[in-house]
């Protein structure tokens, strides 16, 4: 026995939260493996894998506090509190903490809606309060997104009230390129049709043919022809940055300029 002021405690005690601790912690790893494990088979569609990391990432948020609550519990058992009259009071407890912790509440609930309603899973690209960027974690609290420049928006559940998700279809990919009046219009589509037939398909994330759907503006500085093609979810921008590429050699090719901004300096007599 070991002596603590008033109160003796055995060596046994001492060593009970510590097993406690370490069996808490060894079923908790066992279970995040078993569901992790789920994530690596072979899946029919990159959808169903998605959903199922989604969900799993929220279990595995459950059961990290079932855990914590179950150790502690036994901890308090272990030294002689009285556990039972504990639980028993967890109602008007609950009751309580519900009132204090409201917003907390709401997220749990915000979060296990938007898995049920599939609004949005790990890996889908968002748009949060004009933030967009890559969900990178859906908790029980708050989710997690992160744009291409590394930032991070880590957002209230029960806050998000509008979502942008551009995983639920097919993106296109839309390029404007301008030319200058001087050329004719004809001999400019013939050869941005020419560039499109010959690229069709050999861009990767591409889905269908690239489409030369004419002149689409008439500015100042030049005439607007529009090319667009379809593409996976949320690949246009990398797209839109080949097809430029492609569009420009195209066009040096054929000797056709794009027009720039140009500066005439006129000396008075």
């Known amino acids: 026995m070991i002596l603590f002021g008033k109160y003796e405690i055995s060596i046994q005690q001492l060593i009970n939260p510590i097993v406690y601790i370490v069996i808490g912690f060894i079923i908790y790893e ?32 459950i059961v990290r506090y079932i855990t914590i609550i179950f150790i502690i519990i036994a901890i308090l058992a272990n030294f002689g509190v009285n556990v039972k009259s504990i639980v028993a009071g967890l109602g008007i407890t609950a009751a309580i903490l519900g009132l204090a912790f409201q917003d907390i509440a709401k997220d749990f609930l915000a979060g296990i809606s938007i898995i049920m309603e599939d609004q949005y899973e790990i890996g889908d690209t968002v748009e949060i309060n004009e933030f967009m960027g890559e969900v990178i ?50 001999k400019v589509e013939n050869v941005l049709n020419k560039m499109a037939e010959e690229i069709s398909g050999k861009i990767p994330k591409t889905k269908g043919k690239v489409i030369v759907q004419g002149i689409n503006d008439l500015e100042a500085s030049g005439v607007i022809y529009r090319v667009v093609v379809e593409t996976s979810s949320a690949e246009h921008l990398g797209v839109q940055r080949e097809l430029r590429k492609e569009i420009k050699k195209a066009l040096d090719k054929a000797n056709i300029k794009i027009p720039y901004q140009q500066i005439e300096v006129h000396n008075g007599k």
């Open 30 to 61: 066992i279970v995040q493996k078993i569901i992790v494990n789920t994530e690596k088979k072979n899946f029919k569609n990159r959808h169903h894998k998605k959903r199922v990391k989604t969900i799993n990432s929220l279990i595995i948020n």
């Open 137 to 186: 974690s859906l908790g029980l609290r708050t989710t997690r997104i992160k744009n291409y420049k590394g930032q991070t928006l880590i957002i209230a559940n029960h806050t998000i009230s509008q979502v942008i998700n551009y995983n639920l279809s097919n993106s296109l990919a839309i390029v404007d390129v301008s030319v200058d009046y001087s050329y004719d219009s004809d």
